[in-house]
């Protein structure tokens, strides 16, 4: 797999986990929480599809940036990492019905690897734009990276399991303020992929070696004279 191919398999992955959960919002029983949906009949496959083609996007850009930028982007391929494994277990183990009480360990383990997935995307994204120059596609980065991170601190406060839910009236729209996070999360995997992707201008831009131009042969005759 070149570069190219592992960035965009990023970009697709990040589409169909953005289409299997769509489709779960539309045509099943409305939930409260994405993950919930796993609970009701024919849930279960469109959330598993969602979370583990974001699991292979995660993966798929952390290979695409190992191959470009070794160096540079080893702590956001760790931090990408972590993301497709909290997926990963997030998908095996499924949150527990109803109310933000947990009362088994596969919901515990559900919860704390939403957390990290969450949490490393958002971070992720900051390292990898951080000291880039300011370019439309890394300032884009920045500034979902920002947003997704927001987003993030307003879900937890507003979240019935948080102290200050009842100050806010969480539970009237902390459902919504989840799919806001996971939104500008696909978002933010998407504008790291195209931010990465090798671009064609400046490899046509790009002198040859392998052929000296005519200055360099009138350079050569002269000194051969």
């Not at 930028?69 to 702590?75: E, F, G, H, K, V």
């Not at 300011?134 to 993030?152: E, F, H, K, Y």
């Not at 019935?160 to 459902?175: E, M």
């Not at 490899?203 to 050569?220: F, I």
Request: charged fraction near 10%; proline fraction near 6%.
């Amino acid at each position: 797999m070149t570069p190219r191919q592992s960035v965009w398999s990023t970009v697709i992955g990040t589409l169909v986990s953005a289409g299997a959960l769509a489709y779960a919002d539309v045509a099943l029983p409305t939930q409260v929480l994405l993950s919930d949906y796993a609970l009701v009949p024919g849930g279960m496959l469109p959330v598993l599809i969602g979370m583990l083609a974001l699991a292979v996007a995660c993966l798929g850009l952390a290979y695409g940036l190992t191959t470009l930028d070794p160096a540079r982007t080893a702590p956001t391929r760790v931090l990408l990492v972590a993301g497709a494994a909290g997926l990963m277990m997030s998908a095996i183990f499924p949150t527990d019905p109803g109310t933000s009480q947990i009362g088994t360990v596969s919901g515990e383990i559900h919860r704390w690897s939403a957390a990290v997935v969450f949490t490393s995307l958002p971070v992720a994204g900051w390292i990898l734009a951080r000291g880039r120059t300011a370019t439309p596609r890394w300032n884009a980065v920045r500034a979902i990276s920002v947003a997704a991170g927001v987003t993030l601190a307003v879900y937890l406060a507003a979240h019935p399991a948080s102290i200050t839910s009842s100050l806010l009236n969480g539970g009237a729209y902390y459902g919504m303020l989840e799919r806001g996070v996971v939104l500008a999360e696909m978002a933010l995997l998407i504008a790291m992929a195209l931010a990465a992707l090798p671009g064609r201008a400046a490899a046509k831009s790009e002198p040859l070696a392998t052929e000296p131009t005519q200055t360099e042969h009138e350079r050569q005759e002269r000194l051969a004279a």
